[in-house]
């Protein structure tokens, strides 16, 4: 059974930094797609980024160049690090795993608050 639990959100001023970490118990980690999802209120929960084994990744154009999807498979965790944030990016950020046989997994999200 794979278990994900996020860290990391914060409330932050509008150009500021976080980091959220998302820790992955189970033996799948290391040949799985990680991803961060976010879902704002009244929204549906929406692409940020994904990262798989090898290491390639995909951003939405919302977050490029201002976010940066990481993982360290010795550490079973994946991280997301985020400038430069906007009061857009405010939303509760999941952590997904998407394991080679099509399951997927969830945390249980953590929230980020960027004020203007």
């Known amino acids: 059974q794979v278990q994900l639990v996020e860290s990391g959100g914060d409330l932050v001023q509008a150009g500021g930094s976080l980091r959220l970490s998302c820790a992955a118990s189970?033996?799948?980690?290391?040949?799985?797609?990680m991803g961060w999802y976010r879902q704002a209120p009244g929204k549906q929960r929406d692409l940020v980024a994904t990262?798989?084994?090898?290491?390639?990744?995909i951003y939405t154009d919302l977050v490029k160049g201002r976010f940066t999807i990481s993982r360290d498979n010795a550490k079973n965790t994946v991280y997301l690090q985020m400038n430069n944030l906007k009061p857009e990016d405010t939303a509760v950020y999941y952590c997904?795993?998407?394991?080679?046989?099509?399951?997927?997994?969830w945390g249980q999200g953590t929230q980020v608050t960027v004020s203007s």
């Open positions: 997904n795993l998407q394991t080679p046989y099509g399951n997927w997994f």
């Open positions: 189970g033996s799948t980690f290391v040949s799985s797609v």
């Open positions: 990262i798989t084994s090898g290491g390639s990744t």
